[in-house]
C-alpha cells in the first residue's frame, strides 16, 4: 500500500511539473508574442514619422518648384529689347 501510494505521489508530481512546465513555456511564448508586437509598434511609428518628413519635403520641394516657374514666366514678360 506504501508502493501504491508512492507511485500516485510520483504521478501527481510528474503532473505538477509537466502543467508548471507548460505553464513557464507559455508564458516565454507570449512574451516573446509581446515582443514581438512592441517591435512591430515601434517600427510602424518609425515608418509614420519617415512618411511625414518624405511629405513636409515634397511640400517644400513643389513650393521650390512653383515659385520657380513663378520667376520664369516673370523674366518671360520682360520686353526682348532689354535682353
Known sequence: M???FNEEGSKRSSLTNSKE?????YENMVQNMEEEIRNHVRAEQ???L????IKLK???ANKDLE???SK???LEQ???YIH
Open 50 to 53: 519617415l512618411v511625414e518628413s
Open 2 to 4: 506504501n508502493m501504491k
Open 21 to 25: 512546465g507548460l505553464a513557464r513555456e
Open 67 to 69: 515659385d520657380e516657374k
Open 78 to 80: 520682360v520686353p526682348s
Open 46 to 48: 518609425q515608418l509614420k
Open 58 to 60: 515634397l511640400e517644400d
Open 72 to 74: 520664369v514666366q516673370s
